[in-house]
């Protein structure tokens, strides 16, 4: 635990500017970042007497080990610099919104040569339309569904639209009128293009318009005695009405709103947040936060503001945002948001009529959101923090082991030896963290020394790191030169093996040999679940129920996921490897040319250098390169059926025609039958 007074900036070296600061640990990893209208007036609120500082406060800056600062011209370039390294860094003590799901849009590819409506989720693409977020997929799947009859816009997948355009026959949607068919040809791309269009203009709330226009062709048809067209449109009348009170009207006609209410504890911080559009609902979503420091309803509107818009631009801000309280200055945040979205912005809190209603409704929202949210982590919190006092206790350790790092070994047969390394950090993966690694110092199967090389390479590179930066000088050195952070830049405060005895003393002397003391080492044994520690004759064992082995389990399960995964990986590229592969300056566009000119690798081994060149895109040159390595490489070994004994005809393009295995399930010629042996 670090004293603030040791890293205090002295008397008037801190601007009276408005800026941007980051505290960093004894690492120099960046654990909080905070912006300031005075930067000197807001940094020595954090040196006073710790007694006087808010907990979370008084935790965070025992924990630092040095504060620095940028200064900025105005509050707005503070506000986005604040955004940016928060995004960068993921300071452990900033208030970071989780999404309590991962939330469905619905999207309109409109970067696409025929646009697709589909469902997605995750970070947004350039050029696609997304509507949302919604609660459940199926109230996306029912609105398509219903407006799908009026504008019949492709759904299909890149595969399925492929194939229909081969074979000349559309999906089944295309029959039953809720696909235009695209891919048969029966509306051309313009013609496709702006049923998407206006597709995408309903869904953004312009409904009255294709409604009248939809009664007025219907009202023509019924006067000119077209009495199925009538009800073809009477019906798809019906249907947009339908959709549309899917989505409740809620504030007047053409209201585009974003709607943001906080609930709140000591601890704990929910945010709901309601998309309004034409004004209809359109969407809804939901976050929750630890309350790391000591903040204000205020600040955590101000946070929320800068999650939700911080990636978007243009229409996706709305002209108006309503919330509960306005940051202190609103000004700042209110011209961030007007430069985001290219238009004035309005930021204020509701006082009376319908906003004011529909804003107690997303209260609410939030209060049983934080409220389902406690009751979901308390014992997830309890639990994790039970498990590492368990562990520490048992292992004998300072302090609870904050970052776990796991490490396992996987191969088949002695063939594709690789590593993982998996992270966990609070008793949580930090899935960006994890890492794999390939055996390279020696050929076979030998786990402990295939351990002792993981070990080695990774430890020797944290230690070339810290000895290059000089103790972690600068704070840029965490990165290589592309801006990314390096791969080994901490260390853990204990490292799992796989393993038993062997493992765990390959393991320590590895980090012996580095001259690496202040980390504990154990491993964790398949067959008995015991805890093995360096130098001791018997293990640990920890009780069935103890928190504390089932994290280490989890840990360890987690680590042979990974590396099962990465081995899995590598030998099915391996068994697709080419002696095409190997011809220089070949790629992929010409050796599959070559494979589909000749049939197999074997027909084209025996052609001569005249037919290679009948190949479009192969000159004689490359004809020549191209019989010369076939020569060189030796012909796979014939495929054996282990049922009759029979050698297959070996097709050299992928499969024989049946396999060691059961029917209709291809194996390489060669591969081995995992069947007989082990992944480990």
Known sequence: MADPSSYRPRPGEIPDSPGVYKFRDEHRRVIYVGKAKSLRQRLANYFQDLAGLHPRTRTMVTTAASVEWTVVSTEVEALQLEYSWIKEYD???????????????????????????????????????????????????????LLLRVFPVRTCSAGVFKNAARTGRPCLLGYIGKCSAPCVGRVSEEEHRELAEEFSD???????????????????????????????LRDDIDALKKAMEKSAVVLADATDADLIAVAEDELEAAVQIFHVRGGRVRGQRGWVTDKVEDVTTAALVEHALQQLYGEETGDS??????????????????????????????????????KKSL?????????????LHKT?????????????????????????????????????????????????????????????????????????????????????????????????????????????????????????????????????????????????????????????????????????????????????????????????????????????????????????????HFGSVKKLRSATIDQICEVPGIGRKTAETIAVALAQAAPAAPAVNT????????????????????????VPAGAPDERRGQET
């Open 643 to 666: 049922a009759t004994g029979e050698i297959m005809d070996d097709m050299e393009d992928g499969t024989p025609e049946t396999t060691a295995g059961a029917p209709g399930e291809p």
């Open 359 to 371: 804003m107690e409704t997303v209260a609410r929202n939030a209060q049983q959101s934080l409220i």
């Open 317 to 354: 801000v709305p002209k108006e945002v309503l919330v509960p309280a306005l940051p202190d200055p609103v000004e700042p945040v209110q011209q961030w948001l007007t430069d985001r979205r290219g238009a004035n912005v309005s930021l204020r809190i509701p006082q009376r009529g319908d």
């Open 91 to 145: 300071p452990r003590f900033n208030v970071k919104y989780r999404d309590d799901k991962s939330y469905p849009y619905l999207a309109v590819t409109m970067n696409e040569e025929y646009p697709r409506v589909q469902v997605m989720r995750g970070h947004k693409k350039k050029g696609v339309r997304y509507f949302g977020p919604y609660g459940h997929a199926w109230a996306i799947r029912d609105t398509v569904d």
């Open 376 to 596: 979901k982590r308390a014992s997830d919190l309890t639990t994790r923090s039970r498990a590492l006092e368990e562990i520490s206790e048992a292992l004998d350790l300072d302090s609870a082991p904050l970052r776990i790092e796991c490490y396992d070994i996987s191969h088949l047969q002695g063939d594709d030896v690789v590593a993982s390394m998996v992270v966990f950090e609070d008793g949580l993966a930090r899935k960006s963290e994890y890492r794999r690694f390939q055996i390279k110092g020696f050929e076979g199967q030998d786990d402990v020394r295939s351990m002792h090389e993981v070990i080695t390479r990774r430890f020797r590179r944290y230690l070339a790191e810290k000895e290059k930066t000089g103790e972690w000088a600068d704070g840029d050195d965490l990165k290589d030169e592309e801006g990314r952070p390096k791969r080994f830049a901490y260390p853990p405060q204990l490292v799992v093996v796989d393993g038993g005895q062997p493992q765990v003393a390959a393991a320590k002397k590895a980090l012996d040999e580095l001259g690496i003391d202040d980390i504990a080492v154990c491993g964790l044994a398949k067959r008995l679940e015991e805890v093995w520690l360096p130098d001791d004759d018997d293990p640990v064992v920890l009780p069935r129920t103890s928190e504390g082995l089932y994290l280490l389990q989890r840990v360890r399960d987690e680590a042979h996921r990974f590396a099962i995964t990465y081995q899995r990986a590598k030998r099915a590229k391996r068994f697709r490897a080419s002696p095409l592969d190997d011809v220089p300056g070949l790629g992929e566009t010409r050796k599959q040319a070559l494979i589909k």
């Open 202 to 232: 309903f869904m953004a709330g312009r409904t009255g318009t294709y409604i009248r226009r939809l009664e007025k062709q219907m009202t023509d048809a019924a006067e000119e005695m077209e009495y199925e067209r009538a009800a073809r």
